[in-house]
């Protein structure tokens, strides 16, 4: 279909890393916050938030689109701003670099059937 491009500046988010392209199997989608049960080596449902360079460190909406990865099984991309994404527990507080609870990551990729939630407000 298309091609997606993830570039992640080093921030305190989380380290640099390089451009990577994958090929796109349907349409994006953007959502401001999202619900996933599960986070490989975390217990329990977690959220999910883009996080931007805008105001040193802030949530942005997400991009969702089914990806494969040089002819690898499909994988829904979880992608965020130029910071990357944020992730905390369902039950964490505000979001914030200062959270010990929280961390960043460059982007997610998912199984498309997993169950998750658009948890975002007036969306």
């Known amino acids: 279909m298309g091609r997606i491009y993830i570039d992640v500046e080093e921030s305190p988010n989380c380290d640099y ?7 796109t199997r349907t349409e994006e989608r ?10 490989s080596g975390k217990d329990g449902p977690h959220l999910v938030t883009g996080w931007s360079s805008d105001d040193d460190g802030s949530p942005c909406p997400l991009t969702l ?6 002819g690898a099984a499909v994988s829904l991309l979880v992608a965020g701003g130029d ?3 944020r992730i905390k527990p369902e039950d964490a507080g505000e979001w914030s670099l200062g959270s010990e609870d929280q961390w960043g990551e ?6 498309p059937s997993a169950p998750l939630r658009d948890t975002s407000v007036n969306q």
């Not at 953007?30 to 986070?39: C, F, M, S």
């Open 17 to 23: 890393y390089p451009i990577q392209t994958f090929e």
């Open 30 to 39: 953007q959502v401001g916050e999202l619900w996933v049960p599960g986070v």
């Open 65 to 70: 689109v089914e990806v494969t990865d040089s």
């Open 83 to 85: 910071y990357g994404l």
């Open 106 to 111: 460059p982007y997610m990729l998912l199984d």
